[in-house]
Structure formats: structure tokens, C-alpha cells
């Protein structure tokens, strides 16, 4: 939507709600958990380790991250149940 130059009739409240909710209950946590258990098991600066970091972060990890994200937002959107 575009912003009216009258007001904040725009802005969906509940959207936003339901984005800081996913940040805060399940992004957040989740993402930083991982982030150490890389730091853990793949330390070190070396490109070799760092090309290592990246490649599980985004063909490991994402995937069903991402599954799981789209998955919380269409339950807190009430999308899951069966119409």
C-alpha cells in the first residue's frame, strides 16, 4: 500500500504485530543459537572456514528454517487451520 499523505490508515498494525512477534519468539533466539554453534564447531578467520560457515548457514540451516518461519507466521495469522 502506498502511505496517505492524510494519515497512518496505511500501516497494518497486526502485520507489524505479527513480524515482531516471529522476531522476537522464534528468529531471534533460534538464529542466535546457531550462530554460536558455528562459532563452536567451525572456528576460525581462514577463507576455507568462513566459505564453510557460509555454505552451512545457507544450505543446511535456511531451508527449513525458512519452512519453519512461513510456517509460524500463517499460524499467527490463522491460516493453518483447515476451512
Known amino acids: ?3 496517505s499523505p492524510r494519515g497512518m490508515e ?15 519468539v522464534l528468529v531471534g ?3 542466535h543459537a546457531w550462530y554460536q554453534c558455528l562459532a563452536i564447531y ?10 564453510s560457515r557460509v555454505a552451512l548457514d545457507q544450505f543446511v540451516f535456511h531451508p527449513p528454517f525458512l519452512a519453519l518461519r512461513i510456517g509460524f507466521l500463517w499460524f499467527l495469522e490463522e491460516k493453518a487451520t483447515v476451512q
Open 10 to 24: 496505511w500501516w497494518d498494525v497486526a502485520r507489524s504485530i505479527r513480524f515482531s512477534m516471529q522476531g522476537v
Open 29 to 31: 533466539p533460534i538464529v
Open 42 to 51: 567451525v572456528p576460525g578467520t581462514s577463507i576455507a572456514r568462513v566459505l
Open 1 to 3: 500500500t502506498v502511505p
